[in-house]
């Protein structure tokens, strides 16, 4: 769990606003980004939910280049393919995420 908080908290800039052992949220804007540590012997693990932080274009590759530093690894690079327009991303734990030009 500390290591995944600190990558998501390097990432979005903010501290998570709740902590307890197993769960750590944070709060950007309107929307809440929790982890869970599935420590209660769970036999589904990973996520069918992939975050998409869509951004100015001003804004994009600051983050992109935020995600790689923080050991990120690329899935597919559609940024400048204007159906995907964004990168897709899976964090140090294996959970996948966007970042994304605005779409009109």
Request: proline share 6%; charged share 25%.
């Amino acid at each position: 769990m500390p290591k995944a908080v600190a990558f998501w908290q390097s990432f979005l800039g903010i501290a998570p606003h709740k902590m307890f052992a197993g769960w750590h949220e944070f709060m950007t804007d309107n929307i809440r980004l929790g982890l869970l540590l599935n420590d209660f012997n769970d036999k589904y693990t990973g996520s069918n939910c992939v975050p998409v932080f869509e951004l100015p274009d001003n804004q994009v590759m600051e983050y992109v280049d935020r995600a790689k530093s923080l050991g990120a690894k690329v899935i597919e690079d559609g940024l400048n393919d204007p159906e995907l327009l964004s990168v897709v991303f899976s964090d140090p734990f294996g959970n996948e995420f966007e970042v994304s030009k605005f779409h009109d």
